[in-house]
């Protein structure tokens, strides 16, 4: 141990204060008189904590930590608020989402007659001829009950191409500039794998467009971001991440930019989370030939698992499921990449040592998926592999079992049911029972996690807690009663599972001498709660690495 580096590691695995001479580690900061809710199950209630260097460097009882305080040592009074580990969000897509609310109106609005007023607004302030880039728009939430049309469109924006993604991601809006711009007309044809939407009467451009016709307007879009412009994304994502009390992201669809945005961003001060960035398969061979895989990089920026795709999304009605969607008996659902393409990266992945995370939604996507990791595993049996399932949305009893016999990892939809639920009736009742499925999971001891897919879903971690509590959505339905799980484990799933994830359940995701000291101070206890108020439970403060990320 000659380097600070290899001391600073020491320290990190060992509850250290017993072992270094005091006069060497003073604690920067003692935070005590808290309820800590610490997920450490050998102390699971603390009142405060010692932290030197971003680390718990103790945790225990009020006298036992003040005791450590040296002269001048800043003490903080927490005065019985409840503190729990920082919240990890086990799959999201956070740099794609923090550049578009640099450039784009974010149409998450309630009324179309809204939308267009955010757009004009937008409009008005651009030259015109520049494109107006929208996002998170969602058809299944305004109070119109109709989708945008290309007339609403060209009546709030005229004179400026506009451009507008809806939340899932799978579909697009656009007016007759944009249009225009991209070459499409009422006779063009519709690409392979895709869809250009007409209005069945007239058989006009209806406004929309889906899946791979999206590619039409990709080749006319400002392809214009700088490299500053991905680390200011960066920069403002964190801090709406942080006031919820988030520490750690996996981003789950990254690249190359985004994993030199990450260290840009924390290069300059402005990363408030702890980035797990996932690497496309697209760039897998120029990651593998540098010598690059899952692990490289430090705690605030490491190289995640490589990301395929194995079906749709559940948001838009597109997961490959073995019954049909309610209503549509021919609809099952795709498939977006075979079985042999998913083998040949996943083989190429797993033997440069890669974990591998493979969206799967439906249950026929997660048969399939398991199908390739259980040949990976017996071609190549690599210990502790931690294959990924992200999402796992429709499960049954076999593929429970054999997720459970890979030790695989499930990061179901945390704010679906609270969030979606004018979505859930596509799936019924029964289907529901096997979907976001944590009592399953829980119960057959695999660590699913918390995750939202931001944006597609919302991030707030109090939201996931009522969801997975409650099972409940805004107008009070109830959606699978039976993947109900209690706030303790729901806590669980959202810090320590999402650790363990990442393979760095010895670094974080609970209150523990020698963790990272990230940690989330709360205006009220969720575990006295109403389930049915926890999302409403204020945020006060958020640490990550000993420094506050979030004050109130
Ligand atoms: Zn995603």
Redesign the pocket.
């Known amino acids: 141990m000659t380097d600070g580096s290899t001391r600073r590691e020491f320290l990190g695995t060992l509850a250290a204060f017993s072992l270094f001479p005091l006069e060497q580690e003073k604690p920067d900061l003692i935070l005590h008189n808290g309820h800590m809710v610490t997920m450490n199950p050998a102390e699971p209630v603390a009142e405060a904590v010692a932290i030197t260097r971003g680390r718990f460097f103790a945790v225990g009882k009020n006298a036992d930590v003040l005791n450590l305080a040296a002269p001048g040592v800043r003490k903080m009074d927490l005065g019985g608020k409840t503190v729990l580990p920082g919240f990890i969000d086990a799959?999201?897509?956070p740099a794609a989402a923090g550049l578009s609310h640099l450039r784009m109106v974010d149409c998450d609005l309630r009324s179309i007659s809204a939308i267009q007023a955010a757009l004009r607004e937008r409009a008005a302030k651009s030259p015109a001829g520049d494109w107006v880039l929208g996002f998170k728009y969602d058809d299944t939430k305004t109070e119109d009950g109709r989708p945008l049309s290309i007339a609403d469109l060209d009546a709030a924006v005229p004179d400026h191409p506009v451009h507008i993604e809806h939340r899932g991601?799978h579909t697009v809006y656009a007016n007759s500039l944009a249009f225009q711009k991209a070459g499409i007309d009422e006779k063009t044809p519709d690409p392979p794998g895709g869809r250009i939407d007409h209005d069945p009467a007239t058989g006009k451009l209806s406004g929309r467009v889906a899946e791979s016709a999206q590619a039409f307007f990709e080749k006319v879009l400002p392809q214009d971001f700088t490299r500053d412009d991905h680390r200011e994304g960066v920069k403002l994502i964190s801090k709406m991440l942080a006031k919820t009390g988030i520490t750690s992201a996996t981003e789950?669809?990254g690249t190359p930019t985004d994993l030199r945005a990450y260290q840009d961003a924390r290069d300059s001060g402005e990363l408030l989370y702890r980035a797990y960035c996932f690497i496309n398969y697209r760039h897998i061979d120029a990651m593998i030939e540098a010598g690059v895989r899952t692990g490289l990089g430090d705690e605030w920026v490491r190289v995640g698992a490589m990301k395929l795709v194995c079906d749709g999304s559940i948001s838009e009605r597109t997961a490959r499921l073995s019954t049909p969607y309610e209503g549509r008996p021919s609809d099952f659902g795709i498939l977006v990449m075979t079985e042999e393409e998913l083998y040949t990266y996943g083989r190429k992945a797993h033997l440069a040592g890669w974990q591998i995370g493979t969206?799967a939604n439906g249950d026929v996507g997660i048969d399939t998926t398991l199908r390739v990791y259980e040949r990976l595993q017996r071609e190549n049996p690599r210990r502790d592999p931690r294959f990924r399932l992200?999402?796992c949305t429709v499960i049954n009893d076999s593929l429970i079992a054999r997720i459970k016999a890979l030790g695989a990892i499930p990061t179901p939809f945390s704010t679906y049911v609270y969030y979606h639920g004018e979505k859930m009736r596509y799936y019924g009742a029964e289907r529901l029972n096997h979907m976001f499925a944590l009592r399953s999971f829980l119960d057959a001891g695999i660590r699913a996690t918390q995750a939202s897919?931001y944006p597609?879903g919302e991030f707030i971690p109090m939201m996931a807690l009522q969801s997975e509590v409650t099972r409940t959505d805004t107008k009070g339905n109830v959606w699978g009663p039976k993947q109900k799980i209690t706030v303790e484990e729901a806590i669980r799933v959202g810090t320590i599972n999402g650790a363990h994830a990442s393979y760095e359940e010895n670094l974080k995701g609970s209150i523990e001498a020698g963790k990272l000291a990230d940690l989330v101070v709360l205006g009220r206890d969720p575990l006295k709660e109403n389930p049915s108020t926890l999302v409403t439970i204020p945020v006060e403060r958020t640490m990550a690495g000993g420094r506050w990320t979030f004050e109130s």
Request: hydrophobic share 10%; aromatic share 0%; no cysteine.
């Open positions: 799959h999201s897509h991601g789950a669809q969206h992200e999402h897919d597609p």
